[in-house]
């Protein structure tokens, strides 16, 4: 692969983000590495923020991807939740974009579709795709799915159009000011 670009997914969480890294070459996809963040849930809000931002951090530092691509908030009933959700997804996106990386969002719908074909698909579903689309991946965890399909989502959207274009089809990009 010696023209591949590597693409970092995040699904947010406080209790576990997902990551996912994937190599694109061509229309070739493969699988890099992927795997859990789980801050400690007995550490204050803060800290928990702080330890998700570093271990995003690390990640990038690990795999040195060029682009990023994490998923949009779900808002629930629960306007509580849904702001620390916020918060969570701000410190995830924070440590690639410190990085210089691009970091596109999608909504789970979005994902869902690149991924399964059905914006209402549900985790098994994404995570047997998942499966079939990266092999070598094994049978990730569903956060750890969940990112490998936004990154897959992200690598199809670009080859849809061209990075730093007004973005088409459900994606929001944002690019760190050099």
């Given amino acids: 692969m010696t023209n591949a670009i590597r693409i970092l997914g995040l699904d947010p969480g406080l209790r576990r983000t997902g990551w996912g890294v994937i190599a694109v070459d061509g229309a070739r996809l493969s ?3 992927h795997g859990i963040i789980a801050p ?3 550490a204050p809000f803060s800290d928990r923020l702080l330890f998700l931002f570093q271990a995003v ?3 990038v530092a690990a795999h040195a991807p060029h682009e990023a691509a994490v998923e949009e908030t779900f808002v629930t009933a629960n306007g509580q939740s849904t702001l620390k959700l916020g918060h969570a997804r701000a410190a995830a996106m924070i440590a690639p ?7 596109a969002e999608y909504a789970a719908t979005v994902v869902k579709k690149a991924v399964v074909g059905a914006g ?5 579903q994404v995570a047997f795709m998942i499966a079939r689309i990266l092999p070598t991946a094994g049978s990730p965890t569903a956060d750890a799915a969940d990112a490998l399909a936004v990154a897959v989502a992200h690598a199809h959207a670009r080859k849809v159009r061209t990075i730093g274009a007004p973005p088409a089809g459900g994606a ?4 760190k000011a050099s």
């Fill in 57 to 59: 951090a690390e990640v």
């Fill in 97 to 103: 974009a410190q990085a210089g990386l691009l970091v």
């Fill in 172 to 175: 929001s990009q944002q690019r």
């Fill in 120 to 124: 209402g698909a549900d985790k098994d």
């Fill in 31 to 33: 699988h890099v590495a």
């Fill in 40 to 42: 400690p849930a007995d």
